[in-house]
T-cell receptor, first 113, second 115 residues
Framework: AQKVTQAQTEISVVEKEDVTLDCVYETRDTTYYLFWYKQPPSGELVFLIRRNSFDEQNEISGRYSWNFQKSTSSFNFTITASQVVDSAVYFCALSGYNNDMRFGAGTRLTVKP | DVKVTQSSRYLVKRTGEKVFLECVQDMDHENMFWYRQDPGLGLRLIYFSYDVKMKEKGDIPEGYSVSREKKERFSLILESASTNQTSMYLC??????????????FGPGTRLLVL
């Protein structure tokens, strides 16, 4: 069975701080896909990144970076120099080859000015 | 840009009513999904569809049914709404993909309250 754990329910930081959102997953598949989505107060999930299990290269996109480590089954997300607009609920998700997506419970990030 | 639209942002229904939630995507995606989102539980898959007239049960299909008569439209049906179906419902779509699982794109959600 596939499972995603986001142990941090809520995180609060002050603007310009760096913050890391943790994601740990479980799967027996050798081929799988990991995702991060952002859900701002408006409610719509916004896609941030997709990674397959064969690509452990870390990725940076502006202030966002992702650290994928198969050895620890983790796919952590770091926001550098956080901004108020980063306030949202962030979901990590895992999908096997047949699109059976599993989401974590989400981490609510609040960035205070 | 992928556009997924849902018929209503907010709905209030009575227990026992039949409820239809509609989802339309404009990117010719083969796959469509219905999730419900509840605090502390994340998103849970109700049903999904790989093609017109095809459907597969997700993790929590009980009390729900779906219909996909056209490729762009995927409907979620609550045959007899109950208070425990009060939730946020999210629709998503993705292309079939030749190299594996493709990204799912989500609609804005429908917040359903069953009284």
């Amino acid at each position: 069975a596939q499972k995603v754990t986001q142990a941090q329910t809520e995180i609060s930081v002050v603007e310009k701080e760096d913050v890391t959102l943790d994601c740990v997953y479980e799967t027996r598949d050798t081929t799988y896909y990991l995702f991060w989505y952002k859900q701002p107060p408006s409610g719509e999930l916004v896609f941030l990144i997709r990674r397959n299990s064969f690509d452990e290269q870390n990725e940076i996109s502006g202030r966002y970076s992702w650290n994928f480590q198969k050895s620890t089954s983790s796919f952590n997300f770091t926001i550098t120099a956080s901004q108020v607009v980063d306030s949202a609920v962030y979901f990590c998700a895992l999908s096997g080859y047949n699109n059976d997506m599993r989401f974590g419970a989400g981490t609510r990030l609040t960035v205070k000015p | 840009d992928v556009k997924v639209t849902q018929s209503s942002r907010y709905l209030v229904k009575r227990t026992g009513e039949k409820v239809f939630l509609e989802c339309v995507q404009d990117m010719d995606h083969e796959n469509m999904f219905w999730y419900r989102q509840d605090p502390g539980l994340g998103l849970r898959l109700i049903y999904f569809s790989y093609d017109v007239k095809m459907k597969e049960k997700g993790d929590i299909p009980e009390g729900y049914s779906v219909s996909r008569e056209k490729k762009e439209r995927f409907s979620l049906i609550l045959e007899s709404a109950s208070t425990n179906q009060t939730s946020m419902y999210l629709c998503a779509s993705s292309s079939r993909g030749l190299a594996g699982v493709e990204t799912q794109y989500f609609g804005p959600g429908t917040r359903l309250l069953v009284l």
